[in-house]
């Protein structure tokens, strides 16, 4: 069975950094396009960033030049550094992959439970 787990989220005050990490089991990242998501109250889900399996990485509009996602193969995981976070960065954040998925197309098929961020002074 397929499981995707986040970690590393927290509060934290504009202009601050967090990392977060998603770790899968059962499916091998490295073959497949990864995504980043969140979703704020009252939002619908949006992307934030993803990684191929060529290790491409796009980004939101809204987060290029302060997040960075990364995928280290050997832990079968990737992770979103964010900086200068903002109060709009607040939201639930989840991690998303599949055998179907790819950056920029489609919805992934599996998900995780996903991390709160909430940035707040």
């Known amino acids: 069975q397929v499981q995707l787990v986040e970690s590393g989220g927290g509060l934290v005050q504009p202009g601050g950094s967090l990392r977060l990490s998603c770790i899968a089991s059962?499916?091998?990242?490295?073959?497949?396009?990864t995504g980043w998501f969140r979703q704020a109250p009252g939002k619908e889900r949006e992307g934030v960033s993803c990684?191929?399996?060529?290790?491409?990485?796009s980004y939101a509009d809204s987060v290029k030049g302060r997040f960075i996602m990364t995928r280290e193969n050997a832990r079968n995981s990737v992770y979103l550094e964010m900086n200068s976070l903002k109060p709009e960065d607040t939201g639930v954040y989840y991690c998303?992959?599949?055998?179907?998925?790819?950056?920029?197309?489609?919805?992934?098929?599996?998900w995780g439970q996903g991390v709160q961020v909430t940035v707040s002074s």
């Open positions: 059962e499916f091998t990242l490295d073959y497949y396009s």
């Open positions: 990684i191929d399996s060529d290790y491409r990485t």
């Open positions: 998303g992959t599949g055998f179907l998925y790819a950056c920029g197309r489609g919805w992934p098929e599996y």
